[in-house]
């Protein structure tokens, strides 16, 4: 059991900002940097096809200038492959995407999918990006990824989150990380987390990284960025120790 559950930061919203009024405030890049202050472990910053927050030039800047591992969500496109084997970030999270829609409304299909998802999942291996696919949790789409030979899983939290706290929702969850470490796969988790959902899910033993971006925004603008950050890592701190029966300060 991994003690210690990272923090992705995904800055994506910060970016939102920017390009509703156009210019460079605020900065992504900027909150990057302040969010790794306040306790984050890496940064998420997914590039879109319409570019409609994060930008090419905001990838460029924070492969060189941010200090943790970045992690970029992609969709599995041979625009987005390209750009992801020109920067080498440490990850990169194949996610799905629609135009349309307004944010990831759901998790990628790895069995129906694999033919099509394959030679991306190869091509990023091969590069040494550590390939994540965010796929709904159940057992079926872990076994696919593992047969794709993705590394890494990172779960859909979005059903759980908008249910609030439904304890079926929650034991899906639950069964795809246990499943996960069964098969050896590294198991991530992210969507729709707050400071009310984000408790049970920490808990998790099997669950070694969560990615968390639009709720720390959003509560930026109430008390400040790194104060949403600070708090969510005591959040997740606090139910890891408890489950592994440490004690935090």
Known sequence: ??????????????????????????????????????????????????????????????????????????????????IALRHKPHAACIVPEKREERTTEGGLDAVTGRQ????????????????????????????????????VVELHTGAYCEAANDARQFERILTAATHAENIGLECHAGHGLSFDTVGPVAAIPTIVELNIGHFLIGEAIFGGLESSIKRMRALMDKARAETSGQRIA
Do not use: C, W
């Open 1 to 82: 059991m991994n003690h210690h559950l990272r923090l992705g930061v995904n800055i994506d919203h910060v970016a939102t900002i920017r390009n509703a009024r156009g210019g460079s405030h605020p900065d992504p890049v900027r909150a990057a940097k302040l969010a790794v202050r306040a306790g984050a472990d890496g940064i998420t910053a997914h590039l879109r096809e319409d570019r409609r927050h994060i930008s090419d030039d905001d990838i460029s800047r924070l492969s060189h200038e941010i200090t943790v591992p970045l992690n970029l969500e992609m969709a599995a496109t041979p625009e987005m492959l390209e």
């Open 116 to 151: 099509h998802l394959a030679p991306y999942v190869e091509a990023l291996g091969e590069a040494g990006i550590r390939t994540s696919l965010f796929v709904e949790p159940e057992p079926a789409q872990l076994d696919a990824a593992l047969a794709l030979g993705a590394p």
